[in-house]
């Protein structure tokens, strides 16, 4: 351990073991042409030193380093990030004086054990409570707009409810101006006590209203009393239940009926419910209702002020170019377009129409609208390069942001977007070129281009647009994302639009509402086999390789863990050029190998060649669990070759218009459910995010995504995941397992007992149990000192330590079980462990191997008395002693067990939603029941909140029937999501009972049982 324990370590965040505080003294031992300098930069640093005794601020440092790179070009400069929250007043901008140079990039990166988020937002405080009803007020800046709010850390749900729950009749009749309400006498109340302003801020969402892959929202305009009318917001309204048709169409984008119900409806003080909130911006007043258990006072309110939060932008001449920025944070920022008349019109993975009715359908509409074909608008990034080189972003956060995470595009080339966590995003994660630049070299788009591809057109308007415009070099590997697309689920994880030589490599994508990675948007929307070159683009050498997918289209439909559109390859031609070379263009097609994909459970084709699609090689995928087809689509083009994949669906399944042609070889038909042997281990331990850069994803979790299923003769499981290292704890039921196979951070083999069911097989902890980590209060400390941030996986990063012999760490629990959480390493010796007072028994964290192995189990107990107990860890030998946590046991059954009595439910299996072992029970009448009897001092009630469900009953030994709703405020599902929970019970035996009351469907995923 040595001085690494006093934070020496570099935070987990970077990814990788770069740089330590001796940056300096490591860049100076650089060559000799280079000078090596470093500027430090503090949340509340002034002045021009840039010091690390007087750090600047982040703009200080910035003028720091161009006047360095001025007064001595090629310089090693490197700008060390302190930690803290950076509140930027503006947009954080680079451009080409921001530049290093070939082999000597500038370096921005956290400061040794320092987390720095850059932030877009102000912190909320001064609350007052809103009379007696819950809610809060406070004052916010003059000005202030945002779709979101995050409260402690994650977003909190506008202001929503449902029609229903407001007593709404229904049965609306649209108009092409909006609706007419007054057969709905409750809506027409509702509507008519609201202002004009009121009225004019309140929102409707669509979800699948202009086709299953889609999410239109639009804002009213205005409501008249006497009329009994809402008008809603234009174009939104024209564009979403209007669109123009075009001819020679593979594929449709529809328009929703005028008469269409808005699912939700939000953005109105009047629908605040617990854990929502209100922003009033003409009266610069937030408002929000706690949700239960939460103090206000306790909390941490982030209002995003900046759609912006950095914007690297040169010109084609003089682009930014070699630029670094490493463990970083980007979070709280806001995207308002949607909330413009202009709304969201969305088309297909977040991108919408806000012009004509026509809009990107070119020649093909009458009267023709705008080009090139599929010119559509695009999200905004909070973090953007345009006309940049040779950037690397390595290491970082993006998360909590409200509109898409990253964009690079306009000719910029050479981009690294490596080992970086993205999450908690609205919009998609990454988007990888621009709309209006299929064809850079025709000269009709180079206004467009300029105008709809940069932040500022009049910025680059001296710029001579051609092949020099083109994406080129991106390589995006080794990331993690999931759970993108909260506020507009048609967001895919990765969109690639027109580029040359990207390779998208070894991510990891999961927790995602629609489609993985999309290699092209509507572009191949008017070609197909017999008109194939209506609409042609620049693509070519782009390549999606050794990428893991699970849980995916998880909110729509119709999409694919990936997804192609249009032409992917420049055609070459034999001798004589009238031909075309098939081994030659595929060589430069779309290459597609290596990749996996489980849990899909609304898949129409896994790898999903689409309208237009043409030149793709899909080779050495695997498939299983998702979706009707492992391959196959609408209209496309043809050309494929799908060789060697291992797939448990059908592949060349094309409903609608056949491709030219389409070639398969060597598939090998695998089970939905594949167990250990089934894929070749080779084909696991090479995707997803490398061990090298996976800090980030084994910080994400461990978490179990798939388990095999067993029968009594099976002896071992393949588990499927996130978070894995070669030093996670696998568990059947509380008993550690030795002899697990790691194959890569998403998979192991696990060896189990003959027969056991896969449900009671666990990673970094028991089922059922609850973790503490080392900070929790339950825990008493004599001797022990407290780290953090050392970056080398502890339990929340942290842990405590003792250098004394004899001294303790001492918790008191109630459960079966417990265990001890530490580290192993040279540096350590013995402790002892006494538990309720018996004998101490010694227990060495001296590892065998002599490596270091963090946040693992040094000593669990199980089989204890249910009841409470008291443990005390000692130091008794070696340099340190360290403590990351308690473990108390307690019992997680599924939904499966046979403890459970039904009366009146079903069985679902692979629903691929998050389910306990991915299945549920449910019902659809009401009055169906669940029964439990369980022995313990309390129970937890899982299950899923979704639109489709109602309310349940829940009544403990025969007590009062407590009345449950299971419909979420977000309107969005959760899965695996505890719906009731009882503690306090005298300690003994109980009878839980579960009833549908109301609702299409009810939902059972099991029972927790405290102890």
Same mark, same amino acid.
């Given at each position: ?15 990788? +073991? *770069?740089?330590? =505080?001796?940056?300096?003294? @490591?860049? &100076?031992? #650089?060559?000799?042409?280079? $000078?090596? %300098? ?71 990166? +956290? *400061?040794?054990? =320092?987390?720095?988020?850059? @932030?877009? &937002?102000? #912190?909320?405080?001064?609350? $007052?409570? %809103? ?881």
């Amino acid at each position: 351990m040595g001085l690494s324990i006093l934070g020496r370590r570099l935070t987990a965040w970077t990814g990788t +073991a *770069a740089l330590t =505080a001796a940056v300096a003294v @490591s860049a &100076a031992a #650089q060559t000799s042409a280079a $000078t090596a %300098v470093t500027f430090y930069a503090s949340p509340s640093g002034s002045g021009s030193a840039c010091s690390q005794a007087a750090p600047c601020s982040l703009s200080g440092a910035q003028g720091a380093v161009r006047s360095q790179l001025a007064a001595t070009p090629g310089a090693d400069v490197t700008v060390l990030v302190q930690d803290g929250t950076y509140r930027l007043a503006a947009t954080w901008a680079f451009g080409a004086a921001d530049s290093g140079s070939a082999g000597h990039p500038v370096v921005w990166q +956290a *400061a040794p054990g =320092a987390h720095p988020v850059i @932030s877009g &937002a102000s #912190q909320v405080t001064g609350w $007052t409570q %809103v009379g007696t009803s819950g809610v809060w007020s406070a004052v916010v800046p003059a000005g202030s707009a945002s779709r979101q709010l995050y409260v402690s850390g994650a977003e909190a749900p506008i202001a929503m409810s449902t029609p229903s729950a407001l007593g709404f009749a229904g049965g609306w009749s649209g108009t092409s101006t909006g609706y007419s309400i007054g057969g709905d006498a409750a809506a027409s109340a509702w509507f008519g006590a609201l202002s004009a302003a009121q009225v004019a801020g309140v929102e409707f969402d669509y979800p699948g209203g202009n086709g299953a892959w889609t999410e239109s929202r639009c804002r009213v305009a205005s409501y008249s009393a006497t009329a009994k009318t809402l008008t809603m917001a234009q174009p939104c309204w024209t564009d979403t239940t209007a669109r123009a048709s075009f001819s020679q169409g593979s594929g449709g984008l529809p328009s929703m009926s005028t008469g269409t119900m808005p699912t939700l409806i939000e953005d109105a003080r009047a629908l605040i419910h617990p854990g929502q909130w209100f922003l009033d911006s003409a009266a610069n007043t937030l408002y929000y209702q706690p949700a239960t258990g939460q103090q206000m006072s306790a909390l941490d309110v982030e209002l995003p002020r900046l759609e912006s939060l950095l914007q690297g932008a040169g010109t084609l001449a003089k682009p930014l170019h070699d630029v670094t920025f490493r463990g970083l944070q980007f979070s709280y920022a806001t995207w308002n377009a949607p909330s413009a008349a202009s709304g969201f019109a969305d088309v297909q993975s977040n991108l919408r129409m806000t012009g004509a009715k026509n809009q990107g359908m070119c020649t093909f509409s009458s009267p023709a609208g705008t080009c090139p074909w599929g010119a559509l608008t695009q999200p905004t990034a909070n973090v953007a390069f345009t006309a940049s080189n040779n950037v690397t972003l390595t290491g970082n956060r993006f998360a909590e942001l409200g509109g898409a995470g990253l964009s690079v595009m306009y000719g910029s080339a050479n981009t690294l977007i490596q080992g970086n966590e993205f999450t908690d995003i609205a919009s998609t994660a990454i988007l990888l070129g621009c709309t209006y630049d299929p064809l850079p070299t025709d000269a009709s788009e180079s206004a467009g281009i300029k105008q709809n591809c940069t932040p500022n057109g009049s910025a680059v308007s001296a710029d001579v647009i051609g092949t020099n415009e083109i994406l080129t070099g991106t390589t995006v590997s080794d990331n993690i994302v999931h759970h993108i697309g909260t506020d507009y689920s048609s967001a895919c994880g990765i969109t690639l639009l027109f580029s040359r030589g990207t390779t998208i490599t070894h991510n990891d994508l999961y927790d995602l509402p629609y489609t993985g990675i999309t290699a092209g948007v509507i572009q191949g929307h008017v070609d197909q086999a017999s008109a194939p070159q209506n609409s042609t683009n620049i693509n070519e050498n782009n390549t999606l390789s050794d990428n893991v997918f699970h849980n995916y289209l998880s909110v729509r439909s119709d999409g694919g863990a990936i997804y192609a559109e249009g032409h992917q390859t420049q055609y070459v031609y034999q001798s004589g050029g009238t031909t075309i070379d098939p081994v030659q263009t595929l060589a430069h097609g779309l290459q597609v190998t290596g990749n996996i994909a489980y849990h899909g459970p609304t898949t129409n084709f896994t790898y999903y060649d689409d309208a237009g699609s043409e030149w793709i090689n899909w080779q050495g995928n695997v498939a299983f669990g998702a979706g009707s087809a492992s391959q196959g689509g609408c209209s496309p083009t043809g050309h494929f070759w799908i060789v060697g994949n291992y797939f448990s669906n059908q592949t060349q399944y094309y409903p609608c218009n056949a491709p030219v042609d389409s070639n398969v070889s060597g598939t090998t038909t695998i089970s939905a459910t594949p167990a250990p042997g089934d894929v070749p281990n080779g084909l696991f331990s090479a995707a997803g995010v490398r061990a090298a850069n996976s800090a980030l994803a084994v910080a994400a979790g461990p978490k179990i995504y798939y388990a095999s299923p067993t029968t009594s003769t099976s002896t071992q499981v393949l588990i499927g995941g996130e978070g894995f290292s070669s030093s996670t704890p696998v568990f059947v039921g509380s008993t550690q397992v030795s002899g697990v196979q790691y194959l890569s951070g998403g998979f192991l083999i696990v060896p189990v007992p003959a027969g056991t069911p896969s449900s009671q097989i666990s990673v970094g902890a028991p089922a059922g149990t609850s973790r503490l980590n080392d900070t929790d209060p339950s825990i008493t400390y004599s001797g022990f000192s407290y780290s953090s941030n050392r970056g080398l996986g502890d339990y929340d990063d942290d842990l405590h330590y003792a250098t004394a012999n004899g001294s303790t760490a001492k918790f008191s629990f109630s459960g079966t079980g417990v265990q001890v959480f530490g580290e192993q390493n040279t540096d350590q010796g013995n402790i002892g462990i006494s538990i309720d007072g018996g004998t101490q028994q010694t227990v060495s964290t001296v590892p065998a191997d002599g490596q270091r192995h963090s946040n693992v189990v040094v000593y669990a107990a199980s089989g204890l008395a249910a009841g409470s107990h008291t443990i005390v860890v000692t130091k008794l030998s070696g340099q340190y002693a360290t403590l990351d946590g308690f473990q108390a046991l307690n019992s997680r059954l599924n939904d499966t067990d046979p403890s459970i009595a039904y009366s009146s439910f079903s069985y679902a299996a692979n629903r691929g939603f998050g389910d306990y072992d991915d299945d549920v029970h449910y019902a659809t009448a009401n009055g169906s029941t669940a029964k439990l009897s369980f022995s313990g001092t309390g129970v937890q009630v899982f299950g899923e909140q979704y639109t489709d469900q109602g309310n349940i009953g829940i009544s403990i030994d025969g007590g009062t029937q407590q009345t449950v709703s299971t419909v979420p405020a977000d309107g969005q599902r959760h899965a695996n999501v505890v719906v009731y929970a009882a503690t306090g019970l005298a300690r003994g035996s109980h009878t839980v009972v579960v009833t549908k009351l109301s609702g299409q469907y009810t939902t059972l995923d099991g029972f927790v049982i405290i102890q």
